[in-house]
């Protein structure tokens, strides 16, 4: 998802933690979304339940769990197809 869909090198996917590329990516879908003119609204998912980007630039995971593997399966196959 880094290297492809948002365009990140290497070196800056490998070292970005998992929750700030989520972020990322839930960021580049909101974009598509608002850019394209023939865009459907707003989807029901709810993101990263807990995550939020501080002023300082970093993610604040307090109150956040994880996904199981599951579920973030089944949060990207419904993206990507």
């Known amino acids: 998802m ?3 869909w948002l365009g990140w090198s290497d070196a800056e996917a490998l070292t ?3 929750p ?3 972020l990322a990516v839930e960021g580049r ?3 598509a979304r608002l850019t394209n003119p023939f865009g459907s609204e707003k989807p029901s998912h709810g993101g ?3 995550a939020r980007l501080t ?3 970093t993610v604040d995971l307090s109150g956040w769990t994880p996904p199981s593997p ?3 399966d089944a949060k990207i196959r419904g993206r990507f197809g």
């Open 48 to 50: 990263i339940a807990g």
């Open 29 to 31: 879908t909101e974009w």
């Open 16 to 18: 970005t933690p998992v």
């Open 2 to 4: 880094a290297t492809g």
């Open 70 to 72: 599951a579920e973030l």
């Open 55 to 57: 002023s300082a630039g």
């Open 20 to 22: 700030r590329i989520l």
